[in-house]
Nanobody, 123 residues
Framework: QVQLVESGGGLVQTGGSLRLSCAAS????????MGWFRQAPGKEREFVAA????????YYTDSVKGRFTISRDNAKNTVYLQMNSLKPEDTGIYYC????????????????WGQGTQVTVSS
C-alpha cells in the first residue's frame, strides 16, 4: 500500500516555474515506478512524466520535453516535478501516481494516486 500527497501547485505567469512534490508513505516506495499526470477541465487525464524505481530512467510526453524534469529521492520517499517555461496549456490538476512493474503511460495501469494539486498558468 502506498499513500501519496502532492504539494507545490499554484498560480504562475507564462514563462514561470513551479516545483511539485509528491510525498509517499510505505516501505516499498523505491520499488515503484512513479508518474505525474495532469487533467485539464473537460479533458481526460494525461501522462506527463515518469521515473523508474532507481531514478536512472525518465520518460516525458512530447509537449513537456526540455521544460519539465522529474526526479526522485528514495531516502525521502519523494518524487518531484520541476516545471519551467510554463505555458497556459500546462494548466490543470497534477496528480502523482505509483505502479509496481515497468513503465507505462496509461493512467489505468497506475494503482495508487494522490489527491492532486492545481497548477494555473496565466497568459
Amino acid at each position: 500500500q502506498v499513500q501519496l500527497v502532492e504539494s507545490g501547485g499554484g498560480l504562475v505567469q507564462t514563462g514561470g516555474s513551479l516545483r511539485l512534490s509528491c510525498a509517499a508513505s510505505g516501505r516499498t516506495f523505491n520499488s515503484y515506478v512513479m508518474g505525474w499526470f495532469r487533467q485539464a477541465p473537460g479533458k481526460e487525464r494525461e501522462f506527463v512524466a515518469a521515473i523508474s524505481w532507481s531514478g536512472t530512467r525518465t520518460y516525458y510526453t512530447d509537449s513537456v520535453k526540455g521544460r519539465f524534469t522529474i526526479s526522485r529521492d528514495n531516502a525521502k520517499n519523494t518524487v518531484y516535478l520541476q516545471m519551467n517555461s510554463l505555458k497556459p496549456e500546462d494548466t490543470g490538476i497534477y496528480y502523482c501516481a505509483a505502479r509496481p512493474g515497468p513503465f507505462r503511460t496509461s493512467p489505468e495501469l497506475y494503482a495508487y494516486w494522490g489527491q492532486g494539486t492545481q497548477v494555473t498558468v496565466s497568459s
